[in-house]
């Protein structure tokens, strides 16, 4: 098979991981690590169009090294060739492993955030595509541009997850290539005074995903179809896409 991947900036090192060890020839775009905090209509019209710029007589699948990543995922609508993605809700899944791995960890550990070497490479390019989008941590240049009331009160959620974290977890997937950024995100959670601990991670859901292995934890939207969330363990599934409006 020849397949387009279109993935998260976020996920380049374990994807591009994935892509030396397919058996299948793969093309891929990497699209901003920040992109899923523009918001969720954003995040989807940005691969939407990513998805209807294809020539997809070139592909037999897209593969999108995504998760449902806050609803930003629901309403992509398959071209004339499938779509395929991980059932999960966010990428800390992927990381991961599996579903179920995230769902202990997660019922385990309240009030955790999660880390991994992206994280803390690309952490400057989320917190720019932020400030893009109105959503800076600058409280003052906040105040400046929205007004008192307004500003305070982006400053707030933009911030929120300072108090609302009582620990960092990093997810080694074997992808790093030393130390440092566990370092960095050690010292991050000291800094804030929350407890670290490590995870290790598993990058099976990656290599799945690109070598063609899509029983179970993956979605096959085919033509004619889009992303839907269920709002149970699937996750995801395929519905036939809405005709489009005639005038």
């Keep these: 098979m020849r397949l387009l991947l279109i993935g998260c900036g976020l996920l380049l090192r374990e994807l591009s991981d994935a892509i030396v060890r397919s058996p299948h020839l793969i093309d891929a775009k990497f699209l901003p690590a920040g992109l899923h905090d523009t918001g969720a209509k954003s995040m989807r019209q940005r691969l939407q169009q990513e998805i209807d710029a294809t020539n997809i007589s070139d592909y037999d699948a897209i593969v999108l090294g995504y998760a449902l990543c806050g609803m930003g995922l629901a309403g992509l609508k398959a071209p004339g060739i499938p779509l395929v993605l991980p059932r ?5 899944t992927l990381l991961m492993g599996s579903r179920e791995k995230y769902s202990e ?13 992206a994280w803390v490479e690309r952490g400057r390019e989320m917190h720019d595509q932020l400030g893009a989008n109105g959503l800076s941590q600058d409280r003052d240049a906040l105040i400046a541009r929205y007004g008192e009331d307004a500003g305070q009160y982006l400053y707030e959620e933009a911030t929120r997850y300072r108090t609302s974290y009582r620990k960092l977890t990093y997810i080694r997937t074997g992808s790093e290539f030393d130390d440092r950024c566990a370092q960095q995100a050690q010292a991050e959670a000291k800094e804030r005074n929350w407890s670290y601990e490590e995870f290790p991670g598993d990058l099976t859901l990656f290599r799945r995903l690109l070598a063609g292995d899509w029983h179970s934890d993956f979605l096959v939207v085919p033509p004619g179809h889009e992303i839907a969330a269920t709002h149970d363990d699937d996750i995801l599934r395929a519905v036939a896409s809405s005709p489009l ?3």
């Excluded at 999960?88 to 800390?92: G, R």
């Excluded at 960890?105 to 070497?117: E, L, M």
């Design 245 to 247: 409006p005639t005038h």
């Design 88 to 92: 999960a809700h966010d990428c800390i």
């Design 105 to 117: 960890y997660f019922k385990a550990n309240i009030g955790v955030y999660f880390g991994s070497v």
